[in-house]
Structure formats: structure tokens, C-alpha cells
């Protein structure tokens, strides 16, 4: 777990002394506090949350609710393996529904096999699901608008 020290200067007298400097008339008192894993903010007793997969402070601000349980950053990312890639192109298929190869290659600016490779891993993962006969076409399952939903917050701030 980790710990923030503080030391805090107090007149002499304070009952909570852990040590004397008789040069400037002063004690300092140690307490330790608790900080959030991910962002080192010091955490109150009632914003204190722990990561149910690894057990390490978290804040309000950095946690991830997923169904009953609670995650840090960096555990949603091994649950949930999504690069930015694979989240702009599975944002793009929610926003725009059912799209073909073409349709999304056109959206995103991008190389037809490079989009096939990122399509053909979000179907591995169950995200995105492909249907059609002739013309192929790809929409998000229900657990892609889901991951889709949690990662909104991660990435967010990169894709505009």
C-alpha cells in the first residue's frame, strides 16, 4: 500500500510529539496519510476505496464502476484490453450504427486492411459482431457498447 509522510511543525506542549528541535522551538509530528494509486491525491477515511483486483487505494475521481465491482486504471486495462485504435473504431460503429468495410474506411481516413485487422480483433474479443452474405457489414455487440461506455473516460481526452 501506499503512504504519503507530512511532517507538520507544531509549538512545543502538543501531547503528539515525535521529535524536538531545540533550535527553532518547534516539534515535528509524522502522520501518515493515504493516496490515491493512480492520480497521488491524499485520501479522507470516507474517499477511501480499494481496487477489488489488486487491493490498492483509489479515489472517487479514478475508479471504474463495472457492474459490483470497482477498478483502478490499470486493471480495467487487463480486463478489458482496448488500445485508442480499437476504441475510435468501436465508437464509430456505435455512433453510426451497422457500417461496411468501405463506409468505415471512408469515415476514419484509413487503409482497408488496416481496418480489417482492427474489425477482425474486435470480433475475437466479442466486441463487434459481423454479418451480411455479399457486402460485410459490422455493428457492436452489447458488451462492446459496454467496454465502449468505461473506456469513454480513459480515452476521451486523446480523441476529439
Known sequence: ???????????????YVSKVDEDNDS?????????CYSCGA?????????CDRCNKFICTKCKFDIGFRILCKNCLRES?????YEYVYLDVLIKNGSLSLRELTGILNENQDVAYAILHTLIYKGLVREFGFIIRYYSPTLRGIIVRNIYKEVYDKHVQ
Do not use: C, H, N
Open 42 to 50: 491524499i485520501l479522507r477515511a470516507r474517499d477511501i476505496l480499494t
Open 27 to 35: 516539534i515535528e509530528i509524522v502522520k501518515e496519510f493515504a493516496a
Open 1 to 15: 500500500m501506499r503512504f504519503i509522510k507530512r511532517i507538520i511543525r507544531r509549538f512545543e506542549g502538543d501531547p
Open 80 to 84: 478489458f484490453p482496448l488500445t485508442i
